[in-house]
Protein backbone atom coordinates (compact mmCIF):
# COMPACT_ATOMS: atom_id res chain seq x y z
CA UNK A 1 0.00 0.00 0.00
CA UNK A 2 1.07 3.52 -0.66
CA UNK A 3 2.10 5.90 2.00
CA UNK A 4 -0.26 7.98 1.27
CA UNK A 5 -3.33 8.78 -1.32
CA UNK A 6 -1.82 12.51 -2.18
CA UNK A 7 1.45 13.79 -1.43
CA UNK A 8 1.82 18.18 -2.48
CA UNK A 9 4.99 19.24 -3.81
CA UNK A 10 5.31 22.96 -2.78
CA UNK A 11 3.85 24.62 0.34
CA UNK A 12 2.74 27.99 -0.90
CA UNK A 13 -0.88 29.12 -1.85
CA UNK A 14 -1.99 26.67 -4.40
CA UNK A 15 -0.05 23.50 -2.17
CA UNK A 16 -1.03 24.23 1.23
CA UNK A 17 -4.25 24.37 0.41
CA UNK A 18 -4.49 21.60 -1.78
CA UNK A 19 -3.27 19.50 0.57
CA UNK A 20 -5.51 20.79 3.55
CA UNK A 21 -8.51 20.17 1.30
CA UNK A 22 -7.53 16.73 0.20
CA UNK A 23 -7.69 16.08 4.35
CA UNK A 24 -10.86 17.60 5.04
CA UNK A 25 -12.03 14.65 1.79
CA UNK A 26 -10.81 12.12 3.95
CA UNK A 27 -7.60 11.73 1.83
CA UNK A 28 -4.17 10.58 3.81
CA UNK A 29 -1.66 13.50 2.65
CA UNK A 30 1.82 14.74 3.25
CA UNK A 31 2.70 18.29 2.15
CA UNK A 32 6.67 18.85 0.91
CA UNK A 33 8.52 21.77 1.33
CA UNK A 34 11.98 23.29 1.74
CA UNK A 35 11.45 26.17 3.51
CA UNK A 36 11.98 26.69 7.19
CA UNK A 37 8.55 28.14 6.84
CA UNK A 38 4.96 26.96 4.92
CA UNK A 39 3.45 29.62 2.35
CA UNK A 40 5.70 29.81 -0.41
CA UNK A 41 7.04 33.30 -2.04
CA UNK A 42 3.29 34.61 -1.45
CA UNK A 43 3.50 34.85 2.65
CA UNK A 44 7.11 34.53 2.98
CA UNK A 45 8.28 37.16 0.49
CA UNK A 46 5.82 38.18 -1.78
CA UNK A 47 2.22 39.12 -1.34
CA UNK A 48 1.85 39.69 2.85
CA UNK A 49 5.48 41.19 3.32
CA UNK A 50 4.91 43.90 0.51
CA UNK A 51 1.39 44.94 1.81
CA UNK A 52 2.83 45.05 5.48
CA UNK A 53 5.47 47.70 3.64
CA UNK A 54 2.76 49.38 1.03
CA UNK A 55 0.38 49.67 4.45
CA UNK A 56 3.30 51.39 6.73
CA UNK A 57 4.16 53.35 4.03
CA UNK A 58 0.86 54.50 3.11
CA UNK A 59 0.16 55.29 6.53
CA UNK A 60 3.17 57.31 6.83
CA UNK A 61 2.24 59.50 3.68
CA UNK A 62 -1.25 59.84 5.18
CA UNK A 63 0.31 61.82 8.22
CA UNK A 64 2.35 63.71 6.15
CA UNK A 65 -0.56 65.09 3.35
CA UNK A 66 -3.44 64.91 4.70
CA UNK A 67 -3.75 64.58 8.71
CA UNK A 68 -3.43 68.78 9.23
CA UNK A 69 -6.61 68.99 7.14
CA UNK A 70 -8.06 66.72 9.48
CA UNK A 71 -6.98 68.37 12.37
CA UNK A 72 -4.67 66.23 13.74
CA UNK A 73 -1.64 68.23 14.89
CA UNK A 74 1.69 67.08 15.92
CA UNK A 75 5.36 66.07 14.99
CA UNK A 76 5.42 64.62 11.42
CA UNK A 77 6.62 61.00 11.72
CA UNK A 78 10.11 59.32 10.91
CA UNK A 79 10.99 56.31 9.10
CA UNK A 80 12.45 53.83 10.65
CA UNK A 81 13.19 51.09 8.00
CA UNK A 82 14.50 48.69 10.77
CA UNK A 83 11.54 49.12 12.85
CA UNK A 84 9.13 48.75 9.80
CA UNK A 85 11.27 45.76 8.37
CA UNK A 86 10.59 44.16 11.85
CA UNK A 87 6.49 45.06 11.79
CA UNK A 88 6.82 43.05 8.40
CA UNK A 89 9.16 40.15 9.44
CA UNK A 90 6.23 39.39 12.39
CA UNK A 91 3.50 40.05 9.71
CA UNK A 92 5.25 37.18 8.03
CA UNK A 93 5.71 34.70 10.88
CA UNK A 94 2.42 34.94 12.21
CA UNK A 95 0.90 33.94 8.32
CA UNK A 96 3.33 31.31 7.91
CA UNK A 97 3.10 29.98 11.65
CA UNK A 98 -0.61 29.48 11.11
CA UNK A 99 -0.47 27.75 8.40
CA UNK A 100 1.90 25.45 10.05
CA UNK A 101 -1.39 25.04 12.82
CA UNK A 102 -3.70 23.93 10.17
CA UNK A 103 -1.29 21.18 9.00
CA UNK A 104 -1.46 19.97 12.44
CA UNK A 105 -5.31 20.23 12.45
CA UNK A 106 -6.17 18.60 9.71
CA UNK A 107 -3.33 16.12 10.19
CA UNK A 108 -1.19 17.28 6.84
CA UNK A 109 2.71 15.44 7.22
CA UNK A 110 5.07 18.02 6.12
CA UNK A 111 7.97 16.56 4.36
CA UNK A 112 10.59 18.55 5.57
CA UNK A 113 13.28 19.20 2.41
CA UNK A 114 13.09 19.09 -1.42
CA UNK A 115 11.12 16.75 -3.20
CA UNK A 116 12.47 15.18 -6.44
CA UNK A 117 9.46 12.32 -8.22
CA UNK A 118 11.49 9.14 -9.05
CA UNK A 119 9.09 7.31 -11.20
CA UNK A 120 5.41 6.92 -10.50
CA UNK A 121 3.75 7.31 -7.42
CA UNK A 122 7.44 8.11 -5.78
CA UNK A 123 8.60 11.58 -3.87
CA UNK A 124 11.89 11.40 -2.71
CA UNK A 125 12.89 13.95 0.33
CA UNK A 126 16.19 13.59 1.33
CA UNK A 127 17.25 10.14 1.56
CA UNK A 128 14.23 9.20 2.34
CA UNK A 129 11.22 7.90 -0.71
CA UNK A 130 7.45 7.54 -0.35
CA UNK A 131 5.05 6.43 -1.89
CA UNK A 132 1.45 7.94 -2.94
CA UNK A 133 -1.52 7.25 -5.35
CA UNK A 134 -1.24 10.95 -6.50
CA UNK A 135 1.42 13.82 -6.74
CA UNK A 136 0.78 17.41 -7.10
CA UNK A 137 3.43 19.74 -8.19
CA UNK A 138 2.57 23.44 -6.96
CA UNK A 139 6.22 24.31 -7.00
CA UNK A 140 5.51 28.03 -7.92
CA UNK A 141 7.72 30.66 -9.51
CA UNK A 142 10.81 32.60 -9.37
CA UNK A 143 11.66 35.79 -10.31
CA UNK A 144 12.96 36.49 -13.90
CA UNK A 145 15.64 38.75 -15.01
CA UNK A 146 17.13 40.38 -18.46
CA UNK A 147 20.08 39.31 -20.20
CA UNK A 148 22.84 41.46 -18.65
CA UNK A 149 21.68 42.03 -15.38
CA UNK A 150 23.48 40.14 -12.33
CA UNK A 151 20.64 40.09 -9.27
CA UNK A 152 22.76 40.30 -6.39
CA UNK A 153 19.64 40.84 -3.80
CA UNK A 154 21.92 44.00 -2.17
CA UNK A 155 21.76 46.52 -5.10
CA UNK A 156 20.25 45.11 -8.10
CA UNK A 157 17.31 43.23 -6.20
CA UNK A 158 13.85 41.40 -6.97
CA UNK A 159 11.02 41.92 -5.02
CA UNK A 160 13.22 39.70 -2.26
CA UNK A 161 15.49 41.96 -2.10
CA UNK A 162 13.48 44.98 -1.99
CA UNK A 163 11.71 43.50 1.15
CA UNK A 164 15.04 43.76 3.01
CA UNK A 165 16.92 47.00 2.37
CA UNK A 166 19.39 48.33 4.83
CA UNK A 167 18.27 51.70 3.73
CA UNK A 168 16.04 53.66 1.91
CA UNK A 169 18.04 54.64 -1.36
CA UNK A 170 18.03 58.10 -2.91
CA UNK A 171 17.70 57.32 -6.37
CA UNK A 172 15.78 53.70 -7.03
CA UNK A 173 15.12 52.57 -10.83
CA UNK A 174 12.55 49.95 -11.49
CA UNK A 175 12.51 47.60 -14.48
CA UNK A 176 8.97 47.06 -15.63
CA UNK A 177 5.38 48.56 -14.95
CA UNK A 178 3.68 45.40 -13.80
CA UNK A 179 2.30 44.62 -10.38
CA UNK A 180 5.68 43.82 -8.49
CA UNK A 181 7.36 46.92 -10.14
CA UNK A 182 4.14 49.59 -9.19
CA UNK A 183 3.78 48.59 -5.90
CA UNK A 184 7.41 48.10 -4.66
CA UNK A 185 7.80 51.29 -6.24
CA UNK A 186 5.03 53.16 -5.16
CA UNK A 187 6.43 51.77 -1.20
CA UNK A 188 9.84 53.79 -1.84
CA UNK A 189 8.60 56.62 -3.16
CA UNK A 190 6.39 57.22 -0.08
CA UNK A 191 9.68 56.33 1.89
CA UNK A 192 11.17 59.40 -0.04
CA UNK A 193 13.42 57.96 -2.80
CA UNK A 194 13.35 59.11 -6.35
CA UNK A 195 11.78 56.02 -8.23
CA UNK A 196 12.06 55.80 -12.44
CA UNK A 197 10.29 53.24 -13.69
CA UNK A 198 11.71 51.37 -17.11
CA UNK A 199 8.69 49.62 -18.84
CA UNK A 200 9.38 48.02 -22.27
CA UNK A 201 5.72 48.55 -23.22
CA UNK A 202 4.25 51.47 -24.52
CA UNK A 203 1.91 51.67 -21.34
CA UNK A 204 2.36 50.32 -17.85
CA UNK A 205 0.14 47.05 -16.34
CA UNK A 206 0.24 44.95 -19.55
CA UNK A 207 -3.11 43.53 -20.52
CA UNK A 208 -5.08 45.77 -18.11
CA UNK A 209 -8.00 48.00 -19.55
CA UNK A 210 -6.70 50.82 -21.61
CA UNK A 211 -8.47 53.31 -19.48
CA UNK A 212 -7.96 52.30 -16.21
CA UNK A 213 -4.25 52.19 -17.36
CA UNK A 214 -4.00 55.77 -18.09
CA UNK A 215 -5.52 56.73 -15.20
CA UNK A 216 -3.79 54.74 -12.84
CA UNK A 217 -0.23 56.17 -14.67
CA UNK A 218 -1.50 59.89 -14.58
CA UNK A 219 -2.16 59.50 -10.19
CA UNK A 220 1.31 57.49 -10.03
CA UNK A 221 2.83 60.34 -11.68
CA UNK A 222 1.04 62.89 -9.63
CA UNK A 223 3.13 60.96 -6.40
CA UNK A 224 6.29 61.29 -7.97
CA UNK A 225 7.04 58.34 -9.61
CA UNK A 226 8.51 58.98 -12.92
CA UNK A 227 7.93 56.80 -16.24
CA UNK A 228 10.20 55.74 -19.18
CA UNK A 229 8.20 53.89 -21.58
CA UNK A 230 8.85 51.96 -24.93
CA UNK A 231 12.24 51.74 -23.42
CA UNK A 232 14.26 48.46 -23.76
CA UNK A 233 16.87 47.77 -20.94
CA UNK A 234 20.27 46.84 -21.97
CA UNK A 235 22.06 46.23 -18.97
CA UNK A 236 22.92 47.59 -15.41
CA UNK A 237 26.70 48.12 -14.93
CA UNK A 238 27.51 48.03 -10.95
CA UNK A 239 30.46 51.23 -10.07
CA UNK A 240 31.50 51.36 -6.59
CA UNK A 241 29.10 54.22 -5.60
CA UNK A 242 26.17 53.80 -8.35
CA UNK A 243 24.21 51.83 -10.75
CA UNK A 244 24.15 52.76 -14.03
CA UNK A 245 21.19 51.58 -16.08
CA UNK A 246 21.30 51.63 -19.71
CA UNK A 247 18.24 51.68 -22.08
CA UNK A 248 17.66 52.13 -25.86
CA UNK A 249 14.21 53.65 -26.31
CA UNK A 250 12.36 51.21 -29.05
CA UNK A 251 10.78 54.50 -31.37
CA UNK A 252 14.20 55.48 -32.27
CA UNK A 253 16.91 53.17 -31.14
CA UNK A 254 18.88 55.92 -29.10
CA UNK A 255 20.42 54.95 -25.83
CA UNK A 256 20.66 57.16 -22.71
CA UNK A 257 21.52 55.76 -18.93
CA UNK A 258 20.06 56.40 -15.46
CA UNK A 259 21.86 56.51 -11.91
CA UNK A 260 20.76 54.41 -9.35
CA UNK A 261 21.72 53.32 -5.59
CA UNK A 262 19.26 50.25 -6.16
CA UNK A 263 17.54 48.56 -9.30
CA UNK A 264 14.16 46.89 -8.76
CA UNK A 265 14.43 44.21 -11.34
CA UNK A 266 10.47 43.23 -11.92
CA UNK A 267 10.26 41.79 -15.27
CA UNK A 268 8.00 39.21 -14.32
CA UNK A 269 8.17 35.72 -13.01
CA UNK A 270 8.83 31.83 -14.57
CA UNK A 271 7.95 28.40 -13.00
CA UNK A 272 10.25 26.84 -11.01
CA UNK A 273 10.89 23.19 -11.54
CA UNK A 274 14.41 22.74 -10.96
CA UNK A 275 15.01 19.41 -9.38
CA UNK A 276 11.71 18.07 -9.80
CA UNK A 277 12.72 14.94 -12.05
CA UNK A 278 10.09 15.81 -14.73
CA UNK A 279 11.73 14.07 -17.60
CA UNK A 280 12.58 11.20 -15.54
CA UNK A 281 9.20 11.00 -14.86
CA UNK A 282 7.91 11.05 -17.95
CA UNK A 283 5.91 14.24 -17.32
CA UNK A 284 4.94 16.63 -20.83
CA UNK A 285 6.47 20.35 -21.02
CA UNK A 286 4.08 23.10 -22.39
CA UNK A 287 5.75 26.72 -23.39
CA UNK A 288 7.71 28.67 -21.62
CA UNK A 289 8.71 25.94 -18.87
CA UNK A 290 4.94 25.62 -17.83
CA UNK A 291 3.51 22.10 -17.52
CA UNK A 292 0.85 20.52 -20.04
CA UNK A 293 -2.20 19.54 -18.35
CA UNK A 294 -5.64 18.81 -19.19
CA UNK A 295 -9.06 20.71 -18.04
CA UNK A 296 -8.73 19.32 -14.91
CA UNK A 297 -5.19 20.09 -14.06
CA UNK A 298 -3.96 16.00 -14.42
CA UNK A 299 -0.46 15.71 -16.47
CA UNK A 300 -0.18 13.69 -19.41
CA UNK A 301 1.20 10.92 -16.38
CA UNK A 302 -1.90 9.47 -14.63
CA UNK A 303 -1.91 10.06 -11.10
CA UNK A 304 0.47 13.42 -11.22
CA UNK A 305 -1.39 16.98 -10.70
CA UNK A 306 0.41 20.84 -11.23
CA UNK A 307 -1.78 23.50 -10.45
CA UNK A 308 -0.78 27.20 -9.97
CA UNK A 309 2.41 29.06 -10.99
CA UNK A 310 3.75 25.92 -12.87
CA UNK A 311 0.70 25.56 -15.24
CA UNK A 312 -1.15 28.34 -17.98
CA UNK A 313 -2.81 31.71 -16.33
CA UNK A 314 -2.40 34.35 -14.18
CA UNK A 315 0.44 33.79 -11.03
CA UNK A 316 -1.83 34.85 -8.84
CA UNK A 317 -2.08 32.91 -5.55
CA UNK A 318 -6.02 33.26 -5.20
CA UNK A 319 -6.04 31.28 -8.23
CA UNK A 320 -3.66 28.91 -7.44
CA UNK A 321 -5.67 28.32 -3.97
CA UNK A 322 -8.99 28.21 -6.54
CA UNK A 323 -6.52 25.51 -8.33
CA UNK A 324 -5.63 23.61 -5.45
CA UNK A 325 -9.34 23.03 -3.98
CA UNK A 326 -10.00 21.84 -7.37
CA UNK A 327 -7.75 19.15 -7.90
CA UNK A 328 -8.41 18.18 -4.45
CA UNK A 329 -11.93 17.54 -5.41
CA UNK A 330 -10.77 16.02 -8.31
CA UNK A 331 -8.70 12.98 -6.38
CA UNK A 332 -11.64 12.61 -4.30
CA UNK A 333 -14.02 11.94 -6.98
CA UNK A 334 -16.12 14.62 -6.88
CA UNK A 335 -16.18 17.55 -9.64
CA UNK A 336 -13.94 20.16 -8.73
CA UNK A 337 -13.80 23.18 -11.52
CA UNK A 338 -12.02 26.85 -11.75
CA UNK A 339 -13.85 29.66 -13.41
CA UNK A 340 -10.85 31.03 -15.37
CA UNK A 341 -13.57 34.02 -16.58
CA UNK A 342 -13.76 35.19 -12.48
CA UNK A 343 -10.38 35.25 -11.63
CA UNK A 344 -10.08 39.45 -9.68
CA UNK A 345 -6.58 40.64 -10.25
CA UNK A 346 -5.24 43.76 -7.71
CA UNK A 347 -2.38 45.65 -7.47
CA UNK A 348 -2.06 46.92 -3.77
CA UNK A 349 -0.97 50.71 -4.01
CA UNK A 350 -2.62 54.06 -3.58
CA UNK A 351 -5.36 54.09 -4.95
CA UNK A 352 -6.29 50.96 -5.51
CA UNK A 353 -6.56 48.98 -8.95
CA UNK A 354 -8.70 45.86 -9.24
CA UNK A 355 -10.12 44.25 -12.49
CA UNK A 356 -12.18 41.25 -13.36
CA UNK A 357 -13.45 39.47 -16.56
CA UNK A 358 -13.11 41.35 -19.60
CA UNK A 359 -11.36 44.27 -20.81
CA UNK A 360 -13.04 46.63 -23.56
CA UNK A 361 -10.23 46.23 -25.66
CA UNK A 362 -10.90 42.52 -25.59
CA UNK A 363 -14.78 43.23 -26.12
CA UNK A 364 -13.89 45.28 -29.12
CA UNK A 365 -11.28 42.31 -30.24
CA UNK A 366 -14.66 39.71 -30.03
CA UNK A 367 -16.86 42.25 -32.06
CA UNK A 368 -19.60 42.22 -29.43
CA UNK A 369 -22.04 44.51 -28.53
CA UNK A 370 -21.76 45.97 -24.73
CA UNK A 371 -22.69 49.01 -23.01
CA UNK A 372 -20.17 51.18 -20.13
CA UNK A 373 -21.14 52.36 -16.91
CA UNK A 374 -19.36 54.33 -15.24
CA UNK A 375 -19.15 56.31 -12.15
CA UNK A 376 -16.22 58.42 -10.46
CA UNK A 377 -15.29 58.34 -6.60
CA UNK A 378 -15.58 62.24 -6.70
CA UNK A 379 -19.43 61.58 -6.10
CA UNK A 380 -19.03 59.03 -3.30
CA UNK A 381 -19.56 60.76 0.14
CA UNK A 382 -17.49 58.37 1.91
CA UNK A 383 -14.38 58.94 -0.73
CA UNK A 384 -14.60 62.33 -0.65
CA UNK A 385 -14.32 62.70 3.25
CA UNK A 386 -11.16 60.41 3.37
CA UNK A 387 -9.29 62.39 0.49
CA UNK A 388 -9.84 59.40 -1.47
CA UNK A 389 -12.32 60.95 -4.20
CA UNK A 390 -9.79 60.34 -6.98
CA UNK A 391 -10.94 57.09 -9.70
CA UNK A 392 -13.80 55.51 -11.14
CA UNK A 393 -15.70 52.39 -11.41
CA UNK A 394 -16.12 51.33 -14.72
CA UNK A 395 -18.49 48.34 -15.26
CA UNK A 396 -19.16 46.28 -18.89
CA UNK A 397 -22.56 44.66 -19.76
CA UNK A 398 -23.62 42.94 -22.64
CA UNK A 399 -26.06 45.70 -24.91
CA UNK A 400 -28.86 43.12 -25.44
CA UNK A 401 -28.66 40.92 -22.39
CA UNK A 402 -27.13 43.42 -19.56
CA UNK A 403 -25.26 40.45 -18.39
CA UNK A 404 -21.89 41.31 -16.82
CA UNK A 405 -18.97 41.19 -18.99
CA UNK A 406 -16.03 42.24 -16.97
CA UNK A 407 -15.56 45.42 -14.33
CA UNK A 408 -12.30 47.70 -13.45
CA UNK A 409 -11.93 49.75 -10.42
CA UNK A 410 -9.42 52.16 -9.52
CA UNK A 411 -9.70 53.79 -6.38
CA UNK A 412 -10.07 53.15 -2.29
CA UNK A 413 -10.79 49.71 -1.46
CA UNK A 414 -11.16 48.75 -5.27
CA UNK A 415 -9.63 45.00 -4.23
CA UNK A 416 -12.68 44.27 -1.56
CA UNK A 417 -15.87 46.15 -4.01
CA UNK A 418 -14.30 43.81 -7.26
CA UNK A 419 -15.77 40.83 -5.36
CA UNK A 420 -19.60 42.02 -5.03
CA UNK A 421 -19.04 42.23 -9.10
CA UNK A 422 -17.23 38.36 -8.93
CA UNK A 423 -20.63 37.14 -6.91
CA UNK A 424 -22.43 38.72 -9.36
CA UNK A 425 -20.64 37.19 -12.42
CA UNK A 426 -19.99 33.55 -10.92
CA UNK A 427 -24.07 33.83 -10.62
CA UNK A 428 -24.68 35.07 -14.23
CA UNK A 429 -25.93 38.63 -13.21
CA UNK A 430 -27.31 41.52 -15.07
CA UNK A 431 -26.19 44.82 -14.72
CA UNK A 432 -29.81 45.81 -13.19
CA UNK A 433 -29.16 42.79 -10.31
CA UNK A 434 -26.61 45.12 -8.92
CA UNK A 435 -28.43 48.85 -9.65
CA UNK A 436 -31.59 47.05 -7.51
CA UNK A 437 -29.65 45.76 -4.90
CA UNK A 438 -29.87 48.05 -1.73
CA UNK A 439 -25.75 49.30 -0.78
CA UNK A 440 -25.53 50.75 3.00
CA UNK A 441 -24.18 54.44 2.93
CA UNK A 442 -22.02 56.19 3.48
CA UNK A 443 -19.96 53.36 1.92
CA UNK A 444 -17.56 53.02 -1.12
CA UNK A 445 -19.42 50.11 -2.40
CA UNK A 446 -22.14 52.68 -3.14
CA UNK A 447 -19.68 53.68 -6.07
CA UNK A 448 -20.69 49.92 -7.57
CA UNK A 449 -24.06 50.60 -7.64
CA UNK A 450 -23.71 53.33 -9.67
CA UNK A 451 -21.85 51.96 -11.89
CA UNK A 452 -24.57 49.37 -12.18
CA UNK A 453 -27.21 52.04 -12.40
CA UNK A 454 -24.87 54.02 -15.46
CA UNK A 455 -25.45 50.74 -17.47
CA UNK A 456 -29.19 51.71 -17.42
CA UNK A 457 -31.16 55.12 -17.24
CA UNK A 458 -27.84 56.83 -15.11
CA UNK A 459 -26.54 57.22 -12.25
CA UNK A 460 -27.98 59.63 -9.48
CA UNK A 461 -25.40 60.93 -7.77
CA UNK A 462 -23.22 61.35 -11.38
Known amino acids: MADYDVIVIGGGPGGYVCAIRCAQLGLKTAC ?13 VGCIPSKAMLHASELYHEAHTNFDAMGLEGAKPKVNLSKMLEYKASTVKTNTSGIEFLFKKNKVDWLK ?9 KVTVGKETHTAKNIVIATGSEASSLPGIEVDEKRIVTSTG ?12 VIGAGVIGLEMGSVYARLGSEVTVVEFLDHITPGMDAEVTRAFQKMLTKQGLNFILGAAVQGVEALKTKLKVT ?25 YTDGLGLEGAGVEMAERGMLKTDAHLQTNVPGIWALGDVVA ?25 VNYGVIPGVIYTTPEVATVGKTEEQLKEEGRAYKVG ?28 DRIL ?53 AIHA
Not at 32 to 44: A, H, Q, S, W, Y
Not at 247 to 271: F, H, I, M, N
Open 313 to 337: GPMLAHKAEDEGMAVAERIAGQAGH
Open 406 to 458: GAHIIGPMAGDLIHEICVGMEFGAAAEDIARTCHAHPTFSEAVREAALACGDG
Open 247 to 271: YKLRKDDSEATLDADVVLVATGRKP
Open 162 to 173: ALELGSVPKKMV
Open 32 to 44: VEGRETLGGTCLN
Open 113 to 121: GWGKIDGAG
Open 374 to 401: KFPFMGNARAKSYFLGDGFVKLLADAQT
